[in-house]
């Protein structure tokens, strides 16, 4: 069968790519959304962190920055969104252009900067949504961020967990974007520890029965030495989950020159194997006691599947949606029911991590 999406996809990479992401994200807000075959099985349901997940498919960070597509996102079929990134105030982000695609990888170059509208206008239209009579279900993360003239970053994350904790089904703390000077340096042992300290305690004091998950997204360019370090804090300060992974500063040998020199995060076809593997070796590293959610490089069931056999117990598609539409939430979960009695499995709990299980 066609993917009707394709047929438009020539004239939709004829736009500037940030233009078509408006373009797109205000007919989801404007334009009524059909259900767009939503998958319903118990196979795919799962308890995540005391929350139910009707799937295990998502849309990552970055697609709804201002939380003002939640519905039309879950009318997708989504089982989940994580919405933002959003800073304190309103932020407008890096000098433009800094969206870049390559259809033949399949792959997209950004150096955004986390432009978004605040954390005031961010939580009224969440809220507007929460309010809505006969609203889809779904779960929703809030991936939050830092301004950037931030000299004290763990003070922009707290205010974030004071003022959106309350409304999130979990939280996600974004310190490895590449596109934000100083971020990543979050991630290194000597900060991390006291960074996600302070951030714990916020976290506690502020949400009261409401506490929220809190995850931690990390980037896919770190070694192994790194991820040890890291697996052993997030075990020790009791994160409740990691994203893997944000996109990656690395250019394969593959890309064409005058789309690899664009400077940004990659993310994409060219993505897949080395967030795959980061969530191997996480998943080993933290003995499977945190829930991942698995992201990079997905447009199909069976590389979705690919990222829950490796670890994940959810998967998150940014990139994949560009390439291959709306569609794209029903065709993965359509298809991962098929991989499931493929493979003598009766639901998709039993896939999670199955890869490091069999070698084992």
Partial sequence: MVNPYHLARPLVFKMDP????????????????????????????QNIWGLDFLNPVGVAAGFDKNAEVVSSVFHLGFGFTEVGTVTPKTQNGNPKPRIFRDPKSQSVINRMGFPNKGALEFKENLEKFLHMKDRPKGIIGINIGMNKEQNDPAHDYCALIRSLGPIADFL?????SPNTPGLRDLQKKKTLQAFLKRLRDEQKSCCGKQNPPLLIKLAPDLDEPQQEEIADILLSENIDGIVLSNTTTSRPA?????FSQKIGGLSGAPLRAMSTQIIRNFYKLTRGKLPIIGIGG?????????KIKAGASLVEVYTGLVYEGPMIASAI?????SLLERDGLSHISEAIGLDARSKG
């Fill in 254 to 258: 593959s890309l064409p020159q005058n």
């Fill in 18 to 45: 940030e233009l078509a992401h408006q373009l797109t994200v205000k007919a989801l807000k404007t334009l009524p959304v059909p259900t767009c075959g939503t998958v319903k099985s118990e196979k795919l349901t």
């Fill in 172 to 176: 996600v703390v974004n310190i490895s």
């Fill in 298 to 306: 997905i447009s199909n069931a069976e590389e979705a599947y690919e």
């Fill in 333 to 337: 979960n359509k298809g991962l029911l």
